[in-house]
């Protein structure tokens, strides 16, 4: 059975950081496209972070270059989103979440195929 199992969501302070970690089963997950999407409260999905398989190739969206850090380690079939000087806006369910075989769509919120159950990250001010 394919399975995404996010963990190491919770509460943490303005300025605080977590570490999210995504457990991939039923596939290899180097093999594939990987992203890390969140949603907050009444707002639509948006991509965080993702790596292209074929080239390494990495994405941060703008609010969080320099904050977050999306990193595998293949032995352990686990993807991380490291976040630092989190922010309240921060604050949604996080959802890891694979494709394969993208091409120039290693990116897109729409084609990927595997989803995790989210993992929910609080922020406080």
């Known amino acids: 059975e394919v399975q995404l199992v996010e963990s190491g969501g919770g509460l943490v302070q303005a300025g605080g950081s977590l570490r999210l970690s995504c457990a991939a089963s039923?596939?290899?997950?180097?093999?594939?496209?990987i992203g890390w999407v969140r949603q907050a409260p009444g707002q639509q999905r948006e991509v965080v972070s993702c790596i292209s398989n074929s080239d390494g190739n990495l994405y941060y969206e703008d609010s969080v270059r320099g904050r977050f850090s999306i990193s595998t380690d293949n032995a352990k079939n686990t993807v991380y989103l490291q976040m630092n000087s989190l922010k309240p806006e921060d604050t949604a369910t996080y959802y890891c979440t694979s494709g394969i075989d993208l091409g120039s769509a290693w990116c897109t919120l729409t084609r990927y195929d595997h989803w995790g159950q989210g993992t929910q990250v609080t922020v406080s001010s």
């Open positions: 039923g596939f290899t997950l180097e093999d594939y496209d």
